[in-house]
């Protein structure tokens, strides 16, 4: 079974209630505050190796304080995520898929939900990795900012308690909202061929897709081979990509992280353009739409950068800058973006849907 199809086999739990059609957030997402909340668990019992096949998924408990000032105790089981991160020897806090009891959260913020990704601070004493994970949460956001395509996260504040050692500390991590649940509310359906053909999507959706990787510096993905994408086709039959993962672009410049070595570049931070050449693309339009979101991003990296390192979240603001002085200059744009595009592959036989 390819990576995909087992990321996906553990997201298809059961789908969130949602409104197929609807723009509405899950309850979870309809806010984009940090939610204050307690975290129950026994990290010395975390199996950190889940694809061993003997792992047993972990009971937990995760708490937070209502509207109306009730305490919502909901009990959850967690699973370690991610190929690098599972370690112990790299994370104290590993990422987790964390599942939910349906009966549990019904009138609370995770009505609806049975299963979240969520993304940790990782290791307790190096504040760069915290640095990481906020940096990493500001990528989804910008994609948020930009496409209502694109998953939708929620930044926690959290009191962790660790009742292996009984020692307890506040650290920030983030949800991510469960790929069916977004398929959903963007009325498709999930969707995976062993590579998809470009053509399949729509020129302007896809480009700006590829704008915003350009955008983070990132070159950990690919839309024909699903690789930190995930593919939902509407009813029309067109297919929509949305990208996660993004600790391996030049946003977040994490120390473990380095370009694919046939690109020869020297360091993530490095952009290389690598959308298709497609002919319906409104290159104006989009160049107009990023910067229409400038004043969002500016914003929020201001206010991101108070929750963690303001140094870490000024060298993001200035690697960003880089990214609008380009966009900004006709020139630029058109040597680095516009004339940098791929050409598309040779067109195949109609692939069909991976069992």
Known sequence: MSRLMLFLALLLASPALVDPGSTRAAPLFADDAALEMEFELDLSRLCRNPTSGKCKDLPAAIAYNADDGTRVRLDVMVRTRGRWNKRTSNCSVPALFIYFDAAQTQGTLFEGQSMLPF??????????????????????RIYNFLTVASLKVRLAHIAYIDNGSDVRYRRYGFFVEHFESAAERLDA??????????????????ATLSLFQYM?????????????????????????????????????????????????????????????????IDWEQLFADFLAVRPDISRLVD???????ST???????????????????????????????????????????A
């Open 119 to 140: 993304t940790s601070h990782c290791r307790h004493g190096r504040r760069q990795y915290h640095a990481y994970m906020m940096k990493e949460y500001l990528a989804h």
């Open 189 to 206: 359906e999930l969707y995976s061929v062993d590579s998809l053909d470009p053509r399949e999507t729509n020129p302007n959706e896809l």
């Open 216 to 280: 983070i510096g990132n070159l950990d993905w690919s839309v024909t081979k699903q690789h930190n994408i995930v593919l939902m086709r509407r009813q029309d039959g067109t297919v929509l990509a949305l990208p996660f993962d993004f600790d391996y672009s030049g946003l977040v410049d994490a120390e473990y992280a380095a370009p694919p070595s046939e690109f020869h570049l020297r360091n993530v931070r490095d952009r290389l353009y690598r959308g298709y050449c497609r002919p319906g």
């Open 303 to 309: 206010e991101l950068k108070e929750q963690s390192s």
């Open 312 to 354: 870490a979240f000024s060298r993001a603001n200035y690697f960003l800058n880089r990214f609008w002085h380009i966009i900004e200059s006709d020139a630029k744009r058109e040597l680095r973006i516009v004339n940098a595009c791929r050409r598309l592959p040779a067109p195949s036989k109609a692939q069909q849907p991976s």
